[in-house]
């Protein structure tokens, strides 16, 4: 069992940056790909940024590709995602999620479906 729980989240301006954290404790963290996904109202879930379990393989969806930047602290269990330039689309809850990876350190998912625990989120609101 892991246990996610996010924080940094809340209002800010167009064009501002917020710095999202998201703390593990439970089983071995860099045994662990992580991912960042959020969900705006009335939309789906959408998948933001993943990280392999050694953090040399990374991937970010179009939408945040170049604003965005997705690390990880194994010595802290812990996971980030810096925000930058950000915009009024940007506004969602934004979830941590954390993939058993196994034996590869370079694997990681765009796909919600393959994460095995999720935080329970923390608000992110863009004001234009």
């Known amino acids: 069992q892991v246990q996610l729980v996010e924080s940094g989240g809340g209002l800010v301006q167009a064009g501002g940056s917020l710095r999202l954290s998201c703390a593990a404790s439970?089983?071995?963290?860099?045994?662990?790909?992580m991912g960042w996904f959020r969900r705006a109202p009335g939309k789906g879930r959408e998948f933001v940024a993943a990280?392999?379990?050694?953090?040399?393989?990374?991937d970010y969806a179009d939408s945040v590709k170049g604003r965005f930047t997705i690390s990880r602290d194994n010595a802290k269990n812990a996971v980030y995602l810096q925000m930058n330039s950000l915009k009024p689309e940007d506004t969602a809850k934004y979830y941590c999620a954390a993939d058993r990876a196994y034996s590869s350190t370079t694997y990681y998912s765009r796909n919600g479906a393959t994460y095995d625990y999720w935080g329970q989120g923390t608000q992110v609101t863009v004001s234009s």
């Open positions: 990280i392999s379990r050694s953090g040399s393989s990374i």
């Open positions: 439970g089983r071995t963290f860099s045994n662990y790909a």
